[in-house]
């Protein structure tokens, strides 16, 4: 059997988890799969699109800051991006690419292992772009009560209105790439929290971002953003290879890359 041919595509893209977490599912999964990180420049995205029809691909992931750019190059949307107007994921298919959005999904994974309910809830996202807009249509989809949005480029996250939102919240999920550096966060120190609530903070690395150290200091529960990438990977593997991937898997995974970016 010819192997299969993967990547993640970006820019920049080195710092990616994906082809680790790859490696680990071939292995688990005993499936002869090639994984690359490609660094591809947005003004050469249509002609690499192109060649890689020519190509043995079996499924891109897509990063930034190609997610949106990559809708108008496909043959044919799935509805999880048409939802939320971006593409993570493209199947190649007898000559054809196909894309997909698996951000809510994996989004909404983690939420079981807390066993706390999005219905009826009072969320805050903190962020306006397509990984915000993504959050927004996963806690819609499962009833949130109320949502209010911040977004940073309006100058609202110093907003008294922010910090009394935060503190009414069952819910506050930090949806931007602040925090990687590990000193920013939205919030400013002593921000009240509402007793219960889930911190959830989209960035994986580092593993505790100053967002969930400060909620967790004034007593939040907090999650980060790793186990919502391995989620994302076991439904990419779902859409390349038709394979439903058990979540003990996931979170065997998980467990393992918590321990290599410890």
């Known amino acids: 059997m010819k192997p299969h041919w993967a990547a993640v595509i970006g820019s920049p893209v080195r710092h990616s988890l994906s082809p680790r977490i790859f490696r680990l599912l071939r292995r688990k999964l005993k499936r002869d799969l090639n994984y690359a990180a490609i660094t591809i420049a947005p003004d050469r995205l249509e002609e690499a699109l192109a060649s890689a029809r020519e190509m043995p691909w079996v499924g891109w992931n897509v990063t930034l800051p190609h997610k949106e750019k990559i809708l108008p190059l496909l043959d044919q949307v799935d509805a999880s991006a048409r939802a939320i107007g971006a593409v993570n994921v493209v199947r190649f298919l007898d000559g054809r690419c196909i894309g997909y959005n698996t951000d809510a999904e994996g989004f909404l994974a983690p939420f079981s292992l807390y066993g706390f309910s999005i219905k009826g809830a009072r969320a805050v996202v903190l962020g306006g772009g397509g990984a915000a807009k993504a959050v927004c249509a996963a806690l819609r989809s499962k009833e949130v009560g109320e949502l209010r949005v911040f977004a940073r480029r309006k100058g609202n996250w110093t907003s008294k209105k ?101």
């Open 162 to 262: 922010l910090r009394e939102a935060v503190a009414e919240a069952d819910l506050v999920v930090q949806a931007t790439p602040l925090g990687m550096d590990g000193r920013s966060s939205p919030l400013a120190d002593r921000q009240a929290w509402k007793e219960g609530a889930l911190a959830y903070d989209l960035v994986y690395r580092p593993i505790e971002t100053p967002f969930l150290r400060q909620a967790r200091s004034a007593g939040a529960m907090t999650l980060g953003g790793l186990g919502m990438l391995t989620a994302q990977a076991l439904a990419t593997w779902r859409i390349w290879f038709g394979e439903e991937i058990s979540p003990q898997v996931g979170l065997q995974i998980q467990e393992q890359l918590e321990k290599a970016l410890q």
